[in-house]
């Protein structure tokens, strides 16, 4: 047997003693594929991503599992808080979870406002807001603290609630053409009161001397309800106001109707402004819903189709006439290309006549 010791074999090229070697360079792995290190990041992405979107889904899809804070920026009583409780009943009768409104006034509904832009877009923190909030605020306040087209995922309007010229008796006027009459007749002699300059109310007034060519005096209220005690007092001649702050006042004959802004049929009998004489004006207070701007959009629609769905209940539909409040039944997309019309016109009119927060 031959006994002569087996070569190991060689981890590399035998090379013989003395023979040229070229220099070779070592070329790394991601040289050769280029988009190996990308294709792996982009598969990487997308490993990660579907889960989330998959549970984006399948969240939106199991909306509520538990309760639910319809946030109000506003006083208890007012037009917001009256369309945030009913609607928060009628979710939580319909989706059998609870749902509570939380009222969060102050800084013409900035505070409230603020609040839902900084909450997580899960569903559980809903701001329901008039068009103060929406439309004006972001005008008129120098930082109100919040960006509506940044911070907010709209949902829907809502409801709109038509606004309705009322007079006291003692102001001797019957039609809203003898009201503007006296107000070229007698410039700042009659008066009127708003909530403040941040309404849509006090904008939708000046709209009208505008377009009327009269003056009126206007005195400005912390709320509405001392507004009501000085119109009905006589102190105040006539007033611009939500058609359901005032309905009762109209069917006991204290205050007359001269003009809505919009048809209905608690007042069949009332023009609208159109109708009496002054067809552009595009003032309107309304409430509408919106999510904060991290809500998917699968959880957007979802929360648009149930507060149809509650709206559209016989005995909610009641309740909203009731209150004077008209349902819009928009979808998302309909309302955030609303709501952009609406900022632009009010900023307009509050640009062109330089109106300013006192």
């Known amino acids: 047997m031959d006994k002569r010791p087996v070569p190991k074999p060689l981890d590399r090229p035998f090379i013989p003693r003395g023979a040229h070697i070229p220099h070779i360079p070592r070329i790394p792995l991601s040289a050769l594929t280029p988009f190996a290190p990308l ?142 009459e006296r107000g070229k007749r007698e410039p700042g002699k009659l008066f009127y009161g708003t909530a403040g300059v941040g309404s849509p109310l006090y904008i939708g007034m000046r709209m009208i001397e505008v377009a009327g060519g009269a003056q009126f005096g206007h005195v400005p209220y912390k709320g509405a309800g001392a507004a009501y005690t000085d119109l009905l007092g006589g102190r105040l001649q006539f007033m611009l106001t939500d058609l359901a702050s005032v309905r009762q006042y109209i069917d006991a004959g204290k205050l007359l109707a001269l003009a809505v802004t919009d048809k209905t049929r608690l007042l069949p009998n009332t023009p609208t402004l159109a109708e009496a004489g002054l067809p552009n004006i595009n003032a309107f207070t309304s409430f509408s819903v919106l999510l904060p701007a991290k809500a998917p959009p699968a959880l957007v629609q979802r929360v648009a189709a149930a507060v149809a769905r509650a709206m559209k209940e016989p005995a909610v539909a009641a309740r909203l006439e009731q209150q004077a409040l008209l349902p819009v039944f928009d979808t998302p997309e309909e309302f955030a290309a609303s709501l952009k019309r609406e900022q632009q016109n009010w900023g307009s009119f509050i640009r062109a006549h330089n109106i300013t927060v006192d």
């Open 39 to 180: 294709a792996r990041l982009t598969l990487l992405t997308l490993a990660c991503a579907l889960p989330v979107a998959a549970r984006a889904q399948a969240s939106a899809a199991d909306w509520p599992t538990r309760a639910v804070t319809l946030v109000v920026p506003s006083s208890p009583g007012g037009g917001t808080d009256v369309y945030g409780r009913i609607l928060a009943q009628a979710l939580s009768e319909q989706l059998k979870q609870t749902f509570v409104v939380e009222n969060k006034p102050g800084a013409s509904g900035a505070i409230g406002a603020t609040l839902v832009a900084k909450a997580e877009g899960d569903g559980y923190t809903v701001l329901v807001a008039s068009n103060s909030s929406l439309g004006i605020n972001p005008v008129l306040l120098k930082n109100p603290g919040y960006d509506v087209q940044r911070d907010f995922a709209p949902v829907t309007r809502g409801v709109i609630a038509p606004m309705v010229m009322v007079a006291h008796p003692d102001a001797k006027v019957k039609t809203l053409a003898e009201l503007l």
